[in-house]
């Protein structure tokens, strides 16, 4: 899920995104919340430059609830 401008810190497990951390996008939006296995899952939440965030809990990448 790493895409060229973007930056991650946070928890590392065998070389991939893991545990608590915070991703931010080249577009200025930000997730701030769980990950698994290089994709968010568990709680988190993105954060978008006009100041508006979206709420979620994430399986594999995908919000679900």
């Given at each position: 899920?790493?895409?060229t401008g973007s930056q991650?810190?946070?928890?590392?497990?065998?070389?991939?995104?893991?545990?608590?951390?915070?991703?931010?996008?080249?577009?200025?939006?930000?997730?701030?919340?769980?990950?698994?296995?290089?994709?968010?899952?568990?709680?988190?939440?993105?954060?978008?430059?006009?100041?508006?965030?979206?709420?979620?809990?994430?399986?594999?990448?995908?919000?679900?609830?």
């Open positions: 899920m790493e895409y991650y810190d946070g928890d590392y497990r065998n070389g991939r995104m893991e545990g608590k951390g915070t991703y931010n996008f080249p577009t200025e939006t930000k997730y701030e919340g769980d990950m698994k296995d290089g994709m968010f899952h568990g709680k988190g939440t993105l954060f978008f430059p006009n100041g508006s965030k979206y709420e979620a809990t994430w399986e594999n990448g995908i919000a679900v609830q």
